[in-house]
C-alpha cells in the first residue's frame, strides 16, 4: 500500500468506535434473544465481526498492529441475514463431493445390486454396472445420500469437501416449482445457517498440533483415519432390498 493510501488515525480511532457500537448491539441482541437461533443475534454476530475486521485492517496498514483476538466463522462467504424472523418453510441444500479412489469396488458393488434386482423381475438393465457412469447411478438410485456417505469407503470412494445450508422462505415452493434447477438463485441473505466440512480445516488441525503438546492424541487420530477395507477382503453384504 502507497503512503497516499494508507489510512489516517481518525479512520483508525473511528473503525475502533465502530467496534465498541457492535460490540454493545451484540450485547443488547443476546440479551434480548427470543430463542437459540434468534436472527438478531445472528445479524448482530456478523455486524460486530465486520466491523472487527475493518478495523484490525486499518490498524495494521496504519500502525502495522494486530487486534490480539478472532471471531471464528465471521462472515467470510456469507453476507448477514436478512430473511424473515419467523419463517414458513426452509430449504436444506446439500453438496457432498467424492473421488471414485477403488472403480473396481466401485463397479463390483453396483453390478451385486444390479444383480438382486434383476432378480426380483424382469426390465432391469443388466449392463447399467458396467460402467462407472452406470454403476453411479445404480448405487445412488439404490441408497440414500446419508448412506452413500456412511459406508463411502464400501462403495470404493474417497469424502472431499461437504457443505450444508439451511436457507430460510416466506411460503413452501409449490410441488415441482424448482426441481429443473434446484441449486439456482440462492439468495445468501436468507442463510440461516451452515456447516463445511473440509480437510482444510482439518489441515489447519494439525498445525495447531504442531505447536501444542498433543503429539500423541494427533497420532492416536492420524491412525484411525487411514484404516480403510483391505483389497482382498470379502465385501460386506449389501442390504439392496427396499
Known amino acids: 500500500m502507497s503512503d497516499a493510501a494508507q489510512p489516517t488515525a481518525a479512520e483508525v480511532r473511528a473503525a475502533a468506535e465502530a467496534v465498541k457500537t457492535a460490540l454493545d448491539r451484540h450485547l443488547a441482541a443476546v440479551e434480548r434473544r427470543s430463542g437459540e437461533d434468534d436472527p438478531a443475534v445472528y445479524e448482530a454476530f456478523?455486524?460486530?465481526?465486520?466491523?472487527?475486521?475493518?478495523?484490525?485492517?486499518?490498524?495494521?496498514?496504519?500502525?502495522?498492529e494486530v487486534t490480539p483476538f478472532e471471531i471464528p466463522g465471521a462472515?467470510?462467504?456469507?453476507?448477514?441475514?436478512?430473511?424473515?424472523?419467523?419463517?414458513?418453510?426452509?430449504?436444506?441444500?446439500?453438496?457432498?463431493?467424492?473421488?471414485?479412489?477403488?472403480?473396481?469396488?466401485?463397479?463390483?458393488?453396483?453390478?451385486?445390486?444390479?444383480?438382486?434386482?434383476?432378480?426380483?423381475?424382469?426390465?432391469?438393465?443388466?449392463?447399467?454396472?458396467?460402467?462407472?457412469?452406470?454403476?453411479?447411478?445404480?448405487?445412488?438410485?439404490?441408497?440414500?445420500?446419508d448412506e452413500i456417505a456412511s459406508r463411502h469407503k464400501e462403495f470404493g470412494l474417497?469424502?472431499?469437501?461437504?457443505?450444508?445450508?439451511?436457507?430460510?422462505?416466506?411460503?413452501?415452493?409449490?410441488p415441482g416449482e424448482w426441481l429443473e434447477v434446484p441449486f439456482e438463485g440462492v439468495d445468501p441473505q436468507r442463510v440461516v445457517c451452515r456447516f463445511d466440512v473440509s480437510a482444510v480445516f482439518d489441515d489447519e488441525d494439525d498445525e495447531d498440533d504442531e505447536d501444542g503438546d498433543d503429539g500423541d492424541d494427533a497420532a492416536e487420530t492420524d491412525e484411525l483415519d487411514v484404516i480403510d477395507l483391505d483389497e482382498d477382503e470379502d465385501l460386506e453384504p449389501l442390504d439392496a432390498e427396499r
Not at 475486521?53 to 500502525?63: G, P, T
Not at 418453510?89 to 453396483?110: F, G, M, N
Request: overall charge negative.
Open 158 to 174: 474417497e469424502e472431499g469437501d461437504s457443505t450444508l445450508w439451511v436457507t430460510a422462505a416466506d411460503e413452501p415452493a409449490e
Open 46 to 64: 456478523n455486524e460486530l465481526a465486520a466491523a472487527a475486521e475493518v478495523y484490525d485492517e486499518l490498524l495494521y496498514d496504519c500502525y502495522d
Open 75 to 145: 462472515d467470510e462467504s456469507l453476507p448477514p441475514y436478512a430473511g424473515p424472523e419467523e419463517p414458513n418453510a426452509i430449504s436444506v441444500l446439500i453438496r457432498r463431493d467424492y473421488a471414485v479412489a477403488e472403480p473396481q469396488r466401485l463397479l463390483a458393488q453396483a453390478q451385486r445390486v444390479e444383480a438382486a434386482e434383476y432378480d426380483d423381475g424382469p426390465g432391469v438393465d443388466r449392463d447399467a454396472a458396467a460402467t462407472i457412469h452406470g454403476a453411479l447411478g445404480v448405487l445412488f438410485g439404490e441408497f440414500e445420500p
